[in-house]
C-alpha cells in the first residue's frame, strides 16, 4: 500500500510540474509529510490486533473529516 501512495504522490508532483502549479515550496512541504505516513504505516500494523475493523474505519473517517474541517476553516 505504501508502494501504491509513494506512486500517487510521485505521480501528483509531475502531473502538478507540468501544469505550472508546483512550487519548490509546496514539493518541499509534501515531502516533509513522507516520514509521517511510514511512522503511521508502522504504527498501524501494531495497533490493528488491538481494535475492530468498525473502530479503524471510525478512527480513519474520523481524522480525515477532522483535517477537512480545519482547511475549510483556514480557508475562510
Known amino acids: ?4 501512495f509513494t506512486f500517487s504522490y510521485i505521480s ?7 501544469t505550472g502549479v508546483l512550487s ?8 516533509l509529510m513522507l516520514p509521517s505516513l511510514i511512522v503511521g504505516y508502522a504504527i498501524g500494523k501494531r495497533v490493528r ?3 475492530s475493523r ?3 474505519r471510525f478512527l480513519m473517517l474520523s481524522i480525515a473529516s ?3 474541517v480545519l482547511l475549510l476553516l483556514k480557508s475562510i
Request: avoid cysteine; charge should be positive.
Open 12 to 18: 501528483s508532483l509531475i502531473a502538478l510540474n507540468v
Open 54 to 56: 468498525n473502530i479503524g
Open 66 to 68: 477532522g483535517g477537512a
Open 24 to 31: 519548490l515550496h509546496l514539493a518541499f512541504r509534501g515531502l
Open 1 to 4: 500500500m505504501a508502494l501504491v
Open 49 to 51: 490486533g488491538y481494535m
